[in-house]
């Protein structure tokens, strides 16, 4: 929602001395997933942590899927490096736990503890494996800059190549209740949820900033599906309360442009900027208001999904800007090849090009789709209404984008077995949910039938709801041996007709879940079994 826009900073030493990734993607619109996606490589659904709190998600559940000392920074750590850490790491990440075991792999460390990891005002963080530590009345921004820096100081001291994590809790909604007084959880019910809390120096920034007015901000009409298109459009009350939520996440976010600016001066005084790779990034992405939809995250749509990344250091081009397909799995293997460090075999993604001549290959030979998934609830950060609790429990969902000059398309298929389908070139604001019975659909999308892009489209997301390693990158040769698809477009050959129609799976859920659970995922990609049910000089595969 424009919020680089209003970070000087950022603009000023990132996206003018390097190369903005327009197309970068999560692939799982929630921060702990996410995370764990970033850190390891893999998707979701195959770290099997896929929440926020146990049993499906949080630290203890990345703990027990054994991923504690297979990560990055172990990983780093293997290959020279010091490594230093502070912020948030995980949810669910506590004082309760945070040494049971303590994180692996990190020189040192100062780590957001919950349940005050979104107290902006009240926050507590354990250094070095110590005691948990309360910093009540300073902001909790203003608190991790100053950890950032002493970090950044003893990595130059070491003289040893290093990483520096810098996770600030800005822009997330501020939470409170009774029971985190005392170091307590509380059940997400039961949880006040309001907006961002800004450094006192620039609560009075932005006054009259609005959230965009695009043409899905609060639509007159429904949209989407399932739970979604069932919401009621917002009243003028509710309109004003998320205007000023936006503008509270847009002066939080002043204090990270504070922390971009103090690190690239403490490196340039040390005279290592230009030999130091800078990464902004985010877990996901928020919608407020567009869609009808309360300040959250958790869905499939660009605002959730679609979110910054900036790369600069040596040989990225300055002043860029991209639109090859980037996505959190592909951050891990990334920065192990920036380290010299060997990539793994199971890694879901793939290293992202940082020089004029790489990203201009990439821009004609990289694949051009993204996987999206999301299991259990969504949430509401914004005011609790009668139309619109604090949870929508049926949020679980498999999702996919595939965007080239000719399409840019997004495709989902609910847990209820509900569909949507987004032309973007037409409908940017995902307004018009193609497979809906209600809309009017076309007879074609980029020149191709609907029906056939469909088919397509629901192949594709079959073998990608389930893939591994080399075939969450390249997914159309699991579906064509042969070598001869690469791309949507190629698919789309006439002569691919007769399988698609008649011998593909369609993709289906057997019943909505919270977490993770194969039996409730429905039909499952078999590559073995698939290519055994074709006579292998069948014209289909040649």
């Given at each position: 929602?424009?919020?680089?826009?209003?970070?000087p900073f950022v603009h000023k030493h990132l996206i003018d001395h390097g190369t903005l990734f327009k197309r970068h993607f999560c692939t799982t619109a929630l921060c702990c997933p996410s995370r764990v996606t970033l850190w390891t490589g893999k998707?979701?659904?195959?770290?099997?942590?896929?929440?926020?709190?146990?049993?499906?998600?949080?630290?203890?559940?990345?703990?027990?899927?054994?991923?504690?000392?297979?990560?990055?920074?172990?990983?780093?750590?293997?290959?020279?490096?010091?490594?230093?850490?502070?912020?948030?790491?995980?949810?669910?990440?506590?004082?309760?736990?945070?040494?049971?075991?303590?994180?692996?792999?990190?020189?040192?460390?100062?780590?957001?503890?919950?349940?005050?990891?979104?107290?902006?005002?009240?926050?507590?963080?354990?250094?070095?494996?110590?005691?948990?530590?309360?910093?009540?009345?300073?902001?909790?921004?203003?608190?991790?800059?100053?950890?950032?820096?002493?970090?950044?100081?003893?990595?130059?001291?070491?003289?040893?190549?290093?990483?520096?994590?810098?996770?600030?809790?800005?822009?997330?909604?501020?939470?409170?209740?009774?029971?985190?007084?005392?170091?307590?959880?509380?059940?997400?019910?039961?949880?006040?949820?309001?907006?961002?809390?800004?450094?006192?120096?620039?609560?009075?920034?932005?006054?009259?900033?609005?959230?965009?007015?695009?043409?899905?901000?609060?639509?007159?009409?429904?949209?989407?599906?399932?739970?979604?298109?069932?919401?009621?459009?917002?009243?003028?009350?509710?309109?004003?309360?998320?205007?000023?939520?936006?503008?509270?996440?847009l002066r939080t976010l002043q204090s990270v442009d504070e922390i971009v600016d103090s690190i690239v001066r403490k490196l340039d005084a040390h005279r290592m900027l230009d030999n130091t790779y800078i990464i902004y990034t985010t877990d996901n992405?928020?919608?407020?208001?567009?869609?009808?939809?309360?300040?959250?995250?958790?869905?499939?749509?660009?605002?959730?999904?679609?979110?910054?990344?900036?790369?600069?250091?040596?040989?990225?081009?300055?002043?860029?800007?991209?639109?090859?397909?980037?996505?959190?799995?592909?951050?891990?293997?990334?920065?192990?090849?920036?380290?010299?460090?060997?990539?793994?075999?199971?890694?879901?993604?793939?290293?992202?090009p940082l020089t004029e001549s790489s990203l201009a290959e990439a821009s004609e030979t990289r694949h051009e789709h993204v996987t999206v998934e999301h299991w259990g609830f969504a949430s509401n950060e914004g005011q609790v209404l009668d139309s619109?609790?604090?949870?929508?429990?049926?949020?679980?969902?498999?999702?996919?984008?595939?965007?080239?000059?000719?399409?840019?398309?997004?495709?989902?298929?609910?847990?209820?077995?509900?569909?949507?389908?987004?032309?973007?070139?037409?409908?940017?604001?995902?307004?018009?949910?193609?497979?809906?019975?209600?809309?009017?659909?076309?007879?074609?999308?980029?020149?191709?039938?609907?029906?056939?892009?469909?088919?397509?489209?629901?192949?594709?997301?079959?073998?990608?709801?389930?893939?591994?390693?080399?075939?969450?990158?390249?997914?159309?040769?699991?579906?064509?041996?042969?070598?001869?698809?690469?791309?949507?477009?190629?698919?789309?050959?006439?002569?691919?007709?007769?399988?698609?129609?008649?011998?593909?799976?369609?993709?289906?859920?057997?019943?909505?879940?919270?977490?993770?659970?194969?039996?409730?995922?429905?039909?499952?990609?078999?590559?073995?079994?698939?290519?055994?049910?074709?006579?292998?000089?069948?014209?289909?595969?040649?």
């Open positions: 929602m424009n919020s680089l826009d209003y970070m998707a979701a659904h195959n770290t099997n942590v896929t929440n926020v709190v146990p049993p499906y998600g949080g630290y203890p559940k990345f703990v027990s899927q054994g991923l504690n000392d297979k990560y990055l920074p172990v990983w780093l750590q293997e290959s020279g490096y010091n490594t230093y850490y502070t912020g948030k790491l995980f949810n669910a990440h506590s004082v309760d736990n945070y040494d049971s075991p303590h994180a692996a792999g990190w020189t040192a460390s100062d780590f957001l503890l919950d349940p005050f990891t979104y107290s902006y005002e009240n926050s507590t963080y354990t250094r070095n494996q110590g005691t948990p530590v309360s910093y009540e009345g300073h902001h909790s921004v203003d608190v991790l800059a100053e950890k950032a820096l002493g970090f950044l100081d003893e990595a130059i001291e070491a003289k040893k190549p290093f990483f520096l994590g810098v996770a600030p809790v800005s822009p997330h909604a501020n939470l409170w209740s009774p029971a985190f007084k005392d170091g307590n959880h509380s059940d997400l019910e039961d949880i006040d949820f309001s907006p961002p809390v800004p450094a006192a120096r620039h609560a009075h920034l932005f006054k009259d900033v609005k959230v965009p007015r695009t043409a899905n901000f609060n639509p007159d009409k429904p949209s989407g599906a399932s739970w979604i298109r069932k919401l009621p459009k917002q009243s003028q009350e509710t309109v004003d309360y998320n205007d000023h939520f936006y503008r509270q996440r992405g928020y919608h407020i208001g567009q869609h009808r939809m309360q300040p959250a995250k958790q869905c499939s749509f660009e605002e959730d999904i679609n979110i910054p990344l900036i790369i600069r250091g040596p040989g990225v081009p300055e002043k860029s800007t991209t639109d090859i397909i980037t996505t959190h799995t592909d951050l891990a293997p990334t920065l192990l090849e920036i380290a010299g460090a060997p990539l793994r075999g199971d890694f879901d993604g793939l290293a992202i619109y609790p604090r949870l929508h429990m049926n949020n679980t969902y498999k999702a996919l984008r595939v965007i080239s000059k000719s399409y840019d398309l997004h495709y989902q298929v609910w847990c209820n077995n509900e569909r949507e389908l987004h032309d973007l070139k037409t409908d940017p604001g995902q307004m018009v949910n193609l497979l809906h019975p209600e809309e009017k659909a076309p007879t074609t999308i980029a020149g191709w039938p609907l029906d056939k892009v469909v088919a397509r489209l629901d192949s594709l997301l079959f073998v990608l709801k389930s893939c591994k390693a080399e075939t969450c990158i390249h997914p159309w040769r699991a579906l064509h041996p042969a070598g001869n698809v690469e791309s949507l477009r190629d698919a789309l050959s006439p002569r691919f007709d007769s399988f698609y129609e008649e011998k593909s799976r369609r993709i289906e859920f057997d019943r909505c879940e919270m977490g993770f659970l194969l039996e409730a995922e429905g039909p499952q990609f078999q590559h073995d079994s698939l290519l055994s049910s074709f006579d292998p000089k069948w014209h289909e595969w040649t």
